[in-house]
């Protein structure tokens, strides 16, 4: 229990506060987020907070889940787990200011608790992308990690890496297809692909865990692998194929006026003599050993410092709130290039961000207090 926090100006540990943990949602990153919650749910510091689980299915629908009960995991073979649609609902109050969960159960409107702060633990399109977070903005309800624009920003794929450049940050070549220029002539845009390098990776702009993501390594298969990003997102994103090492960073938010945190750089080594090209789902989530996460990774010393520089430097661009883990490829010849940032990363059991917490000095319940402190010490609206 703490009764101060950095800066001396909030008292986040005077009375016990209630957290809604919100998790699922409708993007392809579903599961993710599902086993992600179960391991924030089992760190909340009960003594300092009541917790509300809010489940959203796959088809949108807000549900009470018992927080003493979820459990999803991945298993190699297992169906993807998921939310279950229940036989309550819930909405925010539309009473200004009330920050009340109203449950819808047999027709009958009850209060499910009036919530201090949010934890989204969700992934992806209408979750990670700001439509949520604006949400929690029209509810005044605060809401921990990214605000509106940062979040909306940082799933899309192309709009972050034009923030990135303009803060001088590498990034590597790319083009976008939107969905009117695919449908009126996929050959003509096809052909401004023609100057980037093989081999290419073919994204939809707003989706993660890898998912919809090919990679290409000649022009025959392009048309197609465009096509498998339209599942995901109308809009697509090819990039050339960047050689280095993968590197993260996690970032945090410092309380009041402190500095931005950063964690030790981790290394992501995917085992490409197995049957993965790249760090794709199942490398990410289902076989465990496709991918080997080291932390701290054995880098100069001085490549260490820069790559938590560029971090700090990738999260105050986008103007983050709160965290956000931040991905580089390390050339051969020593530069950084950056992926991509993740305003919500993952926080699954095997998850890089709180890896590299842990291996800086923050375990994984103090990181989701320190998430909620934040959460609780910023102002709503306009900051
Ligand atoms: N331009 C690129 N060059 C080389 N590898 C890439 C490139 N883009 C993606 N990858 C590989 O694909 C993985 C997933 O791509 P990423 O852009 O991080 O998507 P997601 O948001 O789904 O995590 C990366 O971790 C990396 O292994
Ligand atoms: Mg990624």
Redesign the pocket.
């Known amino acids: 229990m703490t009764n101060t926090s950095e800066t001396g100006t909030v008292d986040t540990g005077a009375a016990k506060k209630t957290v809604a943990v919100f998790f699922g949602g409708v993007s392809s990153e579903h599961s993710v987020s599902c086993v992600s919650a179960v391991s924030v749910l089992r760190a909340i510091d009960r003594e300092r907070f009541d917790v509300i689980a809010v489940g959203i299915t796959r088809d949108g629908q807000w549900t009470l889940v018992d927080p003493q009960s979820v459990d999803y995991r991945f298993a190699p073979d297992a169906p993807l787990p998921e939310v279950a649609a229940g036989e309550s609902l819930v909405a925010f109050s539309p009473e200004a200011g009330s920050r009340e969960l109203l449950e819808l159960r047999d027709g009958q409107y009850r209060s499910a608790g009036v919530v201090d702060v949010v934890l989204p633990i969700i992934h992806g399109p209408f979750g990670e992308d700001g439509t949520l977070q604006g949400l929690f903005e029209l509810a005044g309800v605060p809401y921990a990690g990214a605000g509106v624009f940062a979040s909306a920003a940082g799933m899309d794929?192309e709009f972050m890496k034009l923030v990135f450049r303009h803060a001088g940050l590498q990034v590597?070549p790319f083009e976008v297809i939107g969905d009117r220029e695919w449908r009126r002539d996929a050959d003509a845009a096809l052909a401004r692909l023609d100057g980037l390098d093989y081999p290419l990776?073919v994204?939809p702009a707003r989706?993660?865990?890898?998912?919809g993501?090919t990679r290409v390594d000649s022009p025959e298969g392009l048309r197609e692998a465009v096509e498998t990003a339209r599942e995901h997102d109308l809009k697509v994103i090819v990039?050339?194929?960047?050689v280095g090492r993968?590197i993260e960073v996690a970032v945090l938010q410092g309380r009041g006026t402190n500095a931005t945190r950063v964690s030790l750089p981790g290394e992501i080594a995917?085992d490409e003599a197995g049957s993965h090209s790249?760090?794709d789902f199942t490398a990410k989530y289902i076989e465990n050993d496709a991918a080997q996460l080291s932390c701290p990774a054995v880098m100069p010393e001085e490549a260490v410092e820069e790559v938590r520089r560029l971090g700090v430097t990738a999260f105050e661009a986008l103007d983050g709130e709160g965290l956000s883990r931040v991905?580089f490829?390390y050339t051969p010849d020593g530069r950084f290039v950056i992926?991509?940032i993740n305003t919500m990363p993952g926080f699954t059991p095997i998850s890089m961000y709180p890896a590299l917490w842990s291996k800086s000095g923050i375990d994984y319940p103090s990181l989701i207090s320190e998430l909620l402190d934040l959460a609780l010490e910023r102002p709503l609206g306009l900051r």
């Open positions: 794929k590597g990776f994204k989706a993660g865990s890898s998912q993501i990039e050339q194929g960047i993968e995917v790249f760090y991905d490829f992926n991509e």
